[in-house]
């Protein structure tokens, strides 16, 4: 059901022979930024200490990073397609090694705080050129093991970006401080840049071409409605979510309304959208892009258990960190077994996912209830090994089949999207389940009732995913060639 007029034929991948080395650069980057967006809430402390600056102020360079970033996937998306993923992820990723070096030097919290929000743009031009080049580099048969890399990757950095933060600050190379967690950005954003600009394929024919030039007023626009939904979702509990909050995401409304008649405006035209609007006529780019947001926001429950291990249960952060490590052991496993099979599986992995994730959240639900104040991470370790296991199997699939609904030449802004959609989940997962969580400790005080209460939103949202995947679009039967060479039998393959 995808729009015909927005697909073109993309590259087989047997043209291009670079494309794993190509990929692992371009995780590189994608572990860099998820290593820098987790590892200066550690530093903050020290940061706070050498820079005498207000608490609310640091605050900001771990916000203004989340709201650039996120305002910026999109545009940062279209542009590839526009002028090259190449030359978009060079760009980004040589700005972001800038923006770092900026960020180590700076000599107060204005500077510093500038300079995280120019790591966050970089970082929303650098990203979305991973899924697109995956989408469109890599053969149907093989994009589920490349997606497999690239899911794993994410909660590596997410891993690492603590315990390097510690550990940076702790050693303190140099007598750097704390500045050594962004100067370490430095060599690793130039080799990525160096060598993406000679291992990266060059653009296809009719990159470039687009009529009507960049849509900046759109661009706008469209960042004006995220700004409008994302920051009460950010900052909205820890204000109280006062009423000028949910005034602030009505207002979002107008602004999509008036972002898509530009769009439909310009296609009249014959100039080129910021996003095609007939990308969303896929079920799989509809349906998949709705489901991620469920998905994103049940894992809020798993956010605030970190708040349950240290508030509730007195966990030192290291202790609650190697906790939450086993989801780690079951994302990489999840990956490693259930992507390969995503070609022949379609639909069915994120479902497998979901459940594990459903039977995960539930034995938390039952360990949390059973154990109370006596919880050990022993205890939490089979569920929280499901949790991750499902996570791994659920995120990486359906990125993979949301992006079956964009032809090559809206790669980057389909990627752009769904991105954008992510960050949506992963703000407001926090937001409306930690709101529950205080509001319920508020009422009685036990800190296992609360994060029994958070856990049952959680399981329901992912049982609302679940039930959400019947509606994804059923696998295409693979032509005979393709089935051969990725091993997949012809006979008996589930094409409706």
């Known amino acids: 059901m995808t729009d015909e007029k927005t697909r073109e034929p993309m590259r087989p991948a047997g043209q291009y022979r670079g494309r794993w080395a190509a990929l692992a ?32 102020a640091l605050q900001w360079t771990a916000t203004g990073y989340t709201l650039a970033f996120a305002l910026t996937l999109i545009t940062g998306g279209r542009l590839g397609d526009r002028f090259g993923h190449r030359a978009l992820f060079v760009l980004g ?25 120019g790591q966050g743009v970089f970082a929303g031009l650098m990203v979305p050129q991973v899924l697109a080049f995956i989408h469109t580099e890599f053969s149907e048969a093989e994009q589920g093991k490349a997606m497999g890399f690239y899911g794993v990757t994410f909660p590596l950095g ?28 430095v060599p690793i954003a130039l080799a990525a840049a160096v060598g993406a600009a000679f291992v990266m394929p060059a653009p296809r024919r009719g990159f470039g071409t687009g ?33 000028w909050t949910f005034l602030l995401m009505i207002a979002a409304l107008p602004l999509i309304a008036l972002f898509a008649a530009r769009q439909r405006a310009r296609e009249r035209r014959g100039r080129e959208p910021l996003i095609r ?32 291990l ?9 202790k609650a960190a190697l906790t939450m490590l086993p989801a780690t052991v079951g994302i990489v496993a999840g990956n490693g077994i259930g992507m390969p099979m995503a070609p022949r599986l379609g639909r069915r992995l994120p479902m497998i996912g979901l459940t594990l994730l459903l039977v995960g959240t539930a ?18 370790a089979v569920p929280v090994i499901l949790y991750g296991a499902g996570l791994g199997l659920g995120a990486s699939s359906l990125m993979l089949i949301t992006l079956t609904g964009a032809g090559a030449a809206d790669s980057g802004a389909a990627s752009g999207v769904v991105n954008t959609v992510v960050q949506l989940g992963v703000a ?40 959400a995947c019947f509606l994804l679009p059923r696998p295409a039967p693979p032509a005979p060639a393709a089935a051969a060479r990725a091993g997949i039998p012809e006979v008996g393959t589930d094409s409706r």
């Open 277 to 308: 609007l007939g990308l969303f006529r896929s079920r799989a780019m509809s349906v998949g892009n709705l489901i991620m947001l469920i998905f994103y926001c049940g894992m809020g429950a798993f956010f605030v258990l970190t708040l349950h």
């Open 25 to 56: 650069l371009l995780l590189t980057a994608v572990f860099m930024d998820m290593v820098d967006n987790q590892i200066v809430n550690i530093a903050l402390p020290t940061i706070q200490h050498d820079l005498g600056a207000q608490p609310s």
């Open 93 to 117: 990723t040589a700005g972001f090694g800038v923006a770092s070096l900026a960020a180590g030097t700076a000599p107060g919290v204005a500077v510093l705080l500038a300079s995280r929000i």
């Open 211 to 243: 009529r009507g030039g960049t849509d900046v007023l759109s661009a706008m626009v469209l960042a004006a409605a995220l700004l409008a939904v994302l920051y009460p979702l950010v900052q909205g509990r820890e204000l109280g979510w006062p009423a």
């Open 310 to 318: 240290q508030n509730g249960l007195d966990y030192s952060p290291m």
């Open 363 to 380: 034995s938390m639900i039952a360990v949390v209830t059973w154990y109370g104040t006596g919880l050990t991470p022993w205890q939490l």
């Open 428 to 467: 407001a997962g926090p937001a409306t389940i930690g709101t529950a969580f205080f509001s319920s400790l508020t009422t009685d005080g036990d800190f296992a009732a609360a994060m029994r209460t958070s856990l049952l939103i959680g399981l329901a949202l992912f049982a609302v995913a679940l039930l």
């Open 158 to 185: 997410g891993l690492a970006g603590p315990l390097l933060g510690g550990l940076l600050t702790e050693a303190d190379l140099f007598g750097w401080h704390w500045r050594t967690i962004f100067f370490i950005n």
